[in-house]
């Protein structure tokens, strides 16, 4: 008996190390990003490539030479990642829920894939290789990434059951609501005129972002482990045993 007691214990244990590990993630890109922004910028003032005295530089604006170009590179690859599978799992957590928020979903699936490939293409082209191609980045990472997040608002008060939306609705609306005022104020401010406090819009913006993100910590806390099946069109993929063939990540 005493055996037996044990054993569920470090069964408990374990399961709430892999519900922990998976809490991590998010975290993991929301300070990954945040140190890793602020890295390149301590990078860039320190090679004396950007001069802060006289205008403060957008977050671009600091990756344009060597070594922190590369540096950027490197960090936007590391984020498109990391931002895959936590758009990847959360769209799998709700949709273990039910199927009455499907399409919203879905369309946050997509929303987060399309923003993903915004980071990429903005750090593997900097403004100086190809202006066109990094604005375009830039728009689909912040303008599709905004809408991802206001469809992750409403899955959080709408994706039954939801154990979190007390505490995580009304931070993450305050966030999302931050995020808008300060992706207008970048637009606004800097025809206007007024660069320096256009390119801090952006900085606050993006931190945002990143915090966003970490917030999904606080529902992936919720997740045992993390499941990807390869399966036939027809039916699932059968082993010479009959079970299905499961990718465990």
């Known amino acids: 008996m005493g ?19 998976w809490a991590l993630l998010p ?54 990642l990391l931002l895959i599978w936590v758009v990847v799992i959360r769209y799998q957590q709700i949709r273990e829920l039910g199927n009455l928020c499907r399409r919203a979903n879905l369309a946050a ?24 191609v990094h604005l375009f980045g830039a728009y689909l990472a912040f303008f599709v990434g905004l809408a991802y997040f206001w469809v992750q608002l409403w899955l959080t008060y709408k994706a039954e059951p939801s154990q ?6 009304p931070w993450r609306a ?28 952006e900085w606050a913006m993006v931190m945002v972002f990143f915090i966003l993100f970490g917030s999904f910590a606080v529902e992936f806390r919720h997740v ?12 699932a993929m059968a082993n010479s045993d009959g079970t299905n063939r499961n990718l465990m990540i």
Not at 3 to 21: D, F
């Open 27 to 80: 975290v993991l890109l929301a300070v990954g990003g945040i140190v890793g922004s602020w890295a390149v910028y301590a990078i860039s003032v320190s090679n004396n490539t950007v001069n802060v005295t006289a205008k403060f530089p957008f977050i671009s604006e600091c990756a344009i030479y060597q070594p922190e170009s590369a540096l950027f590179c490197l960090f936007c690859i590391v984020w498109t």
């Open 174 to 201: 305050s966030l999302c609501s931050l995020c808008t005022l300060f992706l207008i104020g970048m637009f606004v401010l800097k025809p206007a005129g007024f660069r320096s406090l256009a390119a801090i819009s």
């Open 3 to 21: 055996s037996l007691h044990s054993c569920r214990g470090r069964r408990q244990e374990q399961a709430s190390h892999r519900m922990w590990t």
């Open 109 to 132: 699936l997509v929303l987060g894939f399309i923003a993903a490939s915004g980071v990429s293409i903005l750090g593997s082209f900097s403004l100086k290789v190809s202006l066109g």
């Open 164 to 169: 979190d939306r007390r505490c995580v609705g």
């Open 224 to 235: 045992h482990h993390f499941q990807v099946t390869v399966q036939k069109q027809d039916g």
